[in-house]
């Protein structure tokens, strides 16, 4: 049994076939109604065509690009870290031994020349090259103690940033290399300790711990000292500028009240001047009022009459 269906001419020049069932067909006709079968036989060839290689291709090349900006930027990163830190410490671990240590060598190589040999007991009296030798090995250990507190002091906190990442390679390599030189010198002291009396490597580390406990106390005692004598030089000046000020300011009022006198002096003076001078011009001035008005009389002088000549 056949079905009707019904065409639709859609705007752009298609026809829709709907049937009963209402499935609804598209068929794209060219303007002369005709459809055109070669176009979409040709998509469909171009679709079939296309090598899947390509795409597996073209997926390489995005995967490989965006690994390497990936690790590019991993990079930059790093090192802008490793430059954060390596100027956040600066040289915190550039150490380097105290002069002491090639002192100490001169004098022991001075010794030797002269006599003494390593290991020898000192007995009850210790020659000179002997306690030469032991005041510069203890002042060579004293001298370490800076650089040796310091590792010690750093190293907890290195370990634990370095477990952490959180410290660059460039800082984890310095406290390294500070360490093992640090290491070393605490062991070659010890060495030269055993050498110059056999066992004084046992306390020779804290024997310079006490000394220089003792010289740090000392150096600050001395500070403090020179600190009070200070704050007392300076405040015996403060105390001197502070009476000198008060002298001055009390020659100031008396000067002031001395000035004020002599002004108060003066335009009592220059006052009775002007009084006087005022007084003897209002005196002249009656006198020569006084002498116009004897010239006056005189002039109508006489019996009444009036002076001869007056009139011609």
């Given at each position: 049994m056949s079905t009707t269906?019904?065409?639709?001419?859609n705007p752009d020049g298609s026809t829709t076939f709907d049937d009963a069932t209402g499935a609804d067909y598209d068929n794209t006709t060219d303007n002369s109604g005709i459809p055109n079968m070669d176009e979409e036989a040709g998509a469909e060839e171009i679709i079939k065509g296309t090598d899947p290689a390509l795409y597996l291709a073209i997926a390489v090349v995005l995967f490989a690009v965006i690994f390497i900006f990936i690790q590019i930027r991993k990079k930059r990163k790093a090192d802008e870290i490793d430059s954060f830190f390596s100027n956040l410490e600066g040289d915190k671990f550039n150490l380097q031994l105290p002069a002491a240590v090639d002192e100490y060598y001169?004098?022991?190589?001075?010794?030797?020349?002269?006599?003494?040999?390593?290991?020898?007991?000192?007995?009850?009296?210790?020659?000179?090259?002997?306690?030469?030798?032991?005041?510069?090995?203890?002042?060579?250990?004293?001298?370490?103690?800076?650089?040796?507190?310091?590792?010690?002091?750093?190293?907890?906190?290195?370990?634990?940033?370095?477990?952490?990442?959180m410290c660059s390679v460039k800082q984890w390599k310095d406290y390294q290399a500070a360490e093992a030189m640090v290491s070393a010198e605490v062991e070659e002291v010890r060495a030269e300790a055993d050498e110059v009396e056999p066992g004084w490597s046992q306390v020779i580390w804290r024997q310079a711990m006490q000394y220089s406990q003792m010289l740090k106390q000392k150096e600050e005692q001395a500070k403090k000292a020179q600190a009070e004598q200070q704050r007392a030089i300076a405040a015996q000046r403060a105390a001197s500028a502070e009476k000198a000020n008060?002298?001055?300011?009390?020659?100031?009022?008396?000067?002031?009240?001395?000035?004020?006198?002599?002004?108060?002096?003066?335009?009592?003076?220059?006052?009775?001047?002007?009084r006087v001078a005022k007084a003897e011009q209002a005196a002249q001035e009656l006198?020569?009022?006084?002498?116009?008005?004897?010239?006056?009389?005189?002039?109508?002088?006489?019996?009444?009459?009036?002076?001869?000549?007056?009139?011609?």
């Open positions: 269906g019904e065409a639709t001419v001169e004098v022991k190589e001075k010794c030797e020349k002269a006599g003494w040999e390593p290991g020898q007991s000192t007995g009850a009296q210790p020659s000179p090259h002997h306690r030469a030798l032991a005041q510069a090995l203890m002042k060579r250990c004293i001298d370490d103690i800076p650089i040796v507190t310091h590792i010690q002091r750093e190293s907890p906190g290195m370990n634990k940033l370095y477990s952490q990442s008060a002298e001055k300011a009390k020659y100031d009022a008396v000067k002031a009240k001395v000035d004020a006198e002599k002004a108060r002096l003066a335009n009592a003076d220059q006052f009775e001047k002007d006198l020569k009022a006084e002498e116009r008005e004897k010239q006056s009389k005189n002039a109508f002088g006489g019996k009444g009459g009036i002076k001869k000549g007056f009139l011609g």
